[in-house]
């Protein structure tokens, strides 16, 4: 049985359609339109007064998209661990590389020896010398593929004596430069709670490997080059950074914020410093030159979850899962919207309808905590549409009890249970995020949502050609916003309507979802090849 919740209690027992809606009761124009508000007054507030969330980057201007080199780069994740080498050819002047007039950002970025590891439960709950040891000999194993590549004679290294090393970190940090950032506590499932420093901490774990000879494919030994750190960066600043290296700011388009939507949810938005704490000003080199500076929201963490409770959307699921994290009220909308979380707030609602019922009994595998996962109900419950086949792949994956009046538990009606609960989960998930997007970029003065009682323009009106449409571009990226069926285009639907729906100041305006494909590791070479215009 699901724990009780001190805080709510149904009133009685709740049939399996009550429990459907109290996911998707909240995603209608009117409650998320007052969500968004309501999120654009938090985020102000929490810009101006906290010190944990809207924290400065050191990014302080945006690519040229002329930026070059070749680096090694790491995105460092809540599942996964990608090393890859990054070389960014650039673009001339008249928006050409020297191969194509068009100048297209594929055709400016070269990657290789892109490698992925995922990173165990065992290494997030290691000391943190053991995890960047770990790291370390990713990084060693992706350089050392480069260097068995070389032609057969050739002894000096393609690198040189040292490698520029661009970091992408899913975690928060707090910045005082492009290369240094102290790690502040992790989540999403990692044990690490101190401030550490995570410059000494990769060094370290990658000297191990460096100091050593390795053997090339020619059988002549030569030694791992050095690394040097030219840039550390949060996901979603390098997701925005990569698009906005990849996408050439127009007249009428700009990229205007980025997103991840995966293991985790954050965002990340220009905003100027005048909108900020006073203290932050502390964070960045030269704070009397900078107006405007890049800032990692940290949009999850608990100062978020006052809209989502004052409108009754955080429900009796919801505050179960809460309670249940390793760290109970943390991160409240993160809880309610990414992937870590979707499959179990499936599970414990599933739960609660099947044990009502007196004539079967639950798959023991589904008392589990986490024993749905949102990667499981993406690609088998969602990409299994006829119930046949799927109750197959579910009696694999949660046995029935044996000798239960001969009947399966996975019948037709428990199968139409479990999709419409992820549905509705992935639907609300889709319209908070997207809720959260309006309110974030009227927070920024880029959008706008009319207030209670302002006057309010027609909302309706319609711009008077296309090229007066501007594109406001959010750069996205994450498994669960580029995998998850429908998510993307209900979040997109959503956006649309709020941003319509909300003034009619927006007339002409356009909030556009953009994918920024392997944003997070192309982000960190990108932020690597700027570090002459930002220390």
Not at 143 to 170: K, R, W
Not at 244 to 268: D, F, H
Not at 439 to 453: A, M, N, Q, S, Y
């Amino acid at each position: 049985m699901p724990m009780a919740d001190s805080t709510y209690l149904p009133p009685s027992r709740m049939q399996a359609e009550e429990v459907i809606s109290s996911f998707t009761n909240c995603v209608n124009k009117s409650t998320l339109l007052d969500l968004a508000a309501r999120f654009s007054g938090t985020y102000s507030d929490l810009a101006k007064h906290s010190l944990d969330q809207f924290l400065v980057t050191p990014v302080t201007a945006l690519p040229t998209g002329r930026e070059q080199g070749k680096f090694i780069c790491i995105d460092v994740g809540g599942t996964n661990l990608r090393v890859g080498f990054i070389e960014l050819l650039g673009e001339s002047e008249d928006g050409g590389n020297g191969k194509s007039e068009k100048g297209k950002a594929s055709e400016r970025i070269r990657r290789s020896y892109d490698r992925s590891w995922p990173i165990g439960d065992h290494l997030k709950m290691d000391q943190a010398e053991d995890l960047f040891a770990w790291i370390g000999g990713c990084i060693a194993e992706a350089i050392q593929a480069a260097l068995n590549d070389m032609p057969d004679g050739v002894t000096e290294s393609p690198f040189g004596e040292e490698l520029l090393l661009g970091i992408t970190f899913s975690f928060p940090m707090s910045q005082k430069s492009l290369s240094e950032a102290t790690l502040l506590p992790m989540g999403k499932g990692f044990a690490i709670t101190s401030n550490l420093n995570l410059g000494k901490l990769l060094l370290a774990g990658y000297s191990r490997y460096a100091t050593a000879p390795s053997a090339s494919k020619n059988g002549i030994r030569s030694q791992l080059p050095k690394i040097r750190i030219a840039a550390i960066t949060n996901d979603t600043v390098a997701t925005f950074t990569s698009l906005a290296y990849a996408v050439k700011a127009a007249p009428n388009s700009r990229v205007a914020m980025g997103l991840i939507v995966g293991t985790g949810t954050n965002a990340t938005v220009p905003m100027k410093l005048a909108n900020l704490h006073t203290a932050k000003r502390n964070d960045l080199q030269n704070p009397d030159e900078v107006d405007t500076v890049v800032v990692n929201t940290e949009w999850t963490i608990n100062g978020t979850e006052r809209p989502l409770i004052d409108l009754g959307i955080q429900n009796h699921w919801d505050r179960i899962l809460d309670r249940n994290t390793d760290r109970p009220g943390f991160q409240p909308f993160e809880y309610m919207t990414a992937g870590r979380y979707l499959g179990e707030i499936v599970r414990l609602a599933f739960v609660y309808i099947c044990e009502a019922e007196r004539e079967s009994s639950l798959p023991p595998k589904l008392e589990l905590k986490n024993a749905i996962s949102t990667r499981f109900l993406s690609e088998v419950v969602a990409g299994t549409p006829d119930n046949t086949a799927l109750s197959a792949k579910l009696e694999v994956e949660f046995p029935s009890l044996a000798g239960e009046n001969g009947a399966p538990f996975w019948s037709s009606q428990h199968i139409d249970i479990l999709r419409s609960l992820a549905t509705a989960v992935q639907q609300r998930s889709s319209a908070l995020i997207a809720a959260a997007c309006v309110g974030l970029l009227d927070c920024v003065h880029d959008i706008r949502i009319d207030k209670p009682g302002q006057v309010r323009t027609n909302g309706h009106a319609v711009a008077n050609d296309k090229t007066d449409i501007e594109e406001l571009v959010v750069a996205y990226a994450g498994s669960t916003i580029s995998q998850y069926p429908n998510w993307l285009a209900e979040c997109q639907k959503w956006i649309d309507v709020l941003v319509a729906e909300g003034s009619g100041a927006n007339v002409g305006k356009r909030v556009l979802l953009k994918e920024a494909s392997n944003g997070s590791i192309i982000g960190a070479g990108v932020l690597a090849g700027m570090t002459e215009y930002i220390v």
